[in-house]
């Protein structure tokens, strides 16, 4: 029975689908630059949630977009738009600019053995549907019109500031003097807008007689009506959504359709490197490419992921992510003892019960990690514990070849005849497969380095 920290109540609840499949949105990238090992960590998240509903036996349909217009600089509506912004930075055109970094973050996807959403959408194909939902969200009272965009009037909708328990009042007096005077609110956001003459804009579509885009808020209500339909079970973002982006979306599906948006929210909280939040000014942006350089796989830092919790500030340090890479070594050496063992059958039964029951209890996979150190596995466990972690602990740790085997017997027979030259030379010849040779008093056993 899994239980999930339900955001929007603020309590761990039991959860219950709607429906036969249970439906779930993530808010995907900006696709505008490289994501950072920050960005991963929230699919990673992501990921265990799936894989754990799908090993509770439960159907998923996981939409996930991708954004590529109409993401300013700041999740407000201040700024050059995040497209416009890399097409200029790398002579690019947008269109361009949203291909390379939508396949670069794909390609990391698929390294982190991810299970990929069953639709991903970008936002360039939902423009009609984003103009009908600002018709519908027009009709029904919620949007006013100023002369740079179609804009959300908060006031119109009683539970604003319930989501993320807004300070309206507050953020009214805070709110810069002079800055968009024809906003009605401080917190009325831009669910369209227009371009203004002698403004750059490669991505536009008429709307309302005039060249414009959508705001970024509403692409997420967009894909959601579109691909889901509302409500969805479960939707999942980064906890810094909260505030500005998931209260708009939840404000707009309301307006266009009377509807709640979701049944459960989930958010992640961030990582930091070093102690120090992840910004291009400390140098710390680091990718999964720059893990790899430094000798670090992609399954390395999804086990640091995992051996943490997703509502946790984690902090990201490479002690701590070598300290992991030896974790998931010895993991994997247990795996590879088991191929060297005569009987494989199942030595202990039900540990993978105890470790799903504890990742269903909000997904508490650091617990869990503790009882698969402590605990002696079969085959059949490390199999049910790749399906629900996607560790690839399996894949990476196959058996060894029969040349392997002849080299290991070989160097057994030269110990017995005293040849340690030869003995020696085996051992070295083995390292170039990755293989170690210990010796015991009941034979040698082989490990993977
Ligand atoms: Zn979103």
Redesign the pocket.
């Known amino acids: 029975m899994l239980k999930i920290y339900n955001t929007a109540s603020r309590r761990l609840e039991q959860f219950k689908p709607a429906g036969e499949v249970v439906k779930i949105y993530t808010?995907g990238p900006t696709v505008y630059n490289f994501q950072h090992i920050g960005n991963y960590a929230a699919y990673i998240y992501w990921d265990l949630l799936i894989r754990t509903l799908k090993m509770d036996g439960y159907a998923v349909k996981r939409v996930l977009?991708f954004t590529d217009v109409g993401h300013l600089v700041s999740d407000g509506d201040e700024g050059e738009d995040k497209l416009e912004k890399g097409a200029a930075r790398e002579g690019k055109s947008v269109y361009e600019i949203a291909k390379f970094y939508g396949d670069d973050f794909l390609r990391n996807f698929r390294a982190l053995n991810l299970i990929e959403p069953d639709v991903i959408a970008h936002a360039t194909d939902y423009i009609e549907a984003d103009k009908r939902a600002v018709d519908k969200m027009t009709e029904a009272g919620f949007t006013y019109e100023t002369t740079d965009g179609v804009y959300f009037d908060t006031s119109k909708f009683e539970r604003y500031a319930d989501f993320a328990k807004l300070d309206l009042e507050g953020l009214k007096a805070g709110a810069r003097v002079g800055f968009n005077s024809e906003k009605h609110n401080a917190s009325d956001f831009a669910v369209w807008k227009f371009i203004q003459p002698g403004e750059k804009h490669a991505m536009r579509w008429d709307y309302l007689g005039r060249p414009g885009y959508p705001g970024w808020?509403l692409e997420?209500s967009t894909i959601i009506h579109e691909e889901l339909g509302e409500p969805i079970d479960i939707h999942t973002?980064g906890a810094d959504?909260i505030p500005v982006?998931?209260t708009n979306?939840i404000a707009q599906t309301f307006a266009m359709t009377g509807r709640e948006l979701s049944r459960y929210w989930m958010h992640c909280n961030f990582i930091t490197i070093d102690g120090e939040k992840i910004s291009k000014s400390l140098g710390n942006v680091y990718t999964l490419d720059d893990l790899a350089e430094r000798g670090f796989s992609p399954m390395d830092f999804k086990m640091w992921v995992l051996s943490g919790h997703y509502q946790g500030t984690r902090n990201f340090t490479f002690e701590g992510l070598a300290a992991t890479k030896q974790r998931r070594l010895n993991w994997r050496n247990r795996i590879a003892l088991l191929y060297q063992k005569a009987s494989t059958a199942s030595l202990v039964d039900g540990v993978f019960k105890e470790v799903l029951s504890v990742v269903n209890n909000n997904f508490n996979s650091a617990e869990a990690f503790s009882i698969i150190d402590t605990s002696e596995l079969s085959m059949e466990d490390w199999k049910e514990i790749d399906e629900l972690f996607g560790l690839n602990l399996i894949n990476d740790s196959p058996d060894v070849n029969d040349a392997v085997r002849d080299l290991i017997s070989e160097r057994q027979a030269a110990r017995e005849n005293k040849d340690f030259a030869r003995s020696d030379e085996i051992r070295e010849e083995l390292k170039s497969f990755g293989i170690a040779v210990e010796d015991t008093p009941t034979g040698p056993i082989w490990q993977y380095i």
């Open positions: 808010c977009n808020h997420c973002g959504h982006h998931h979306e």
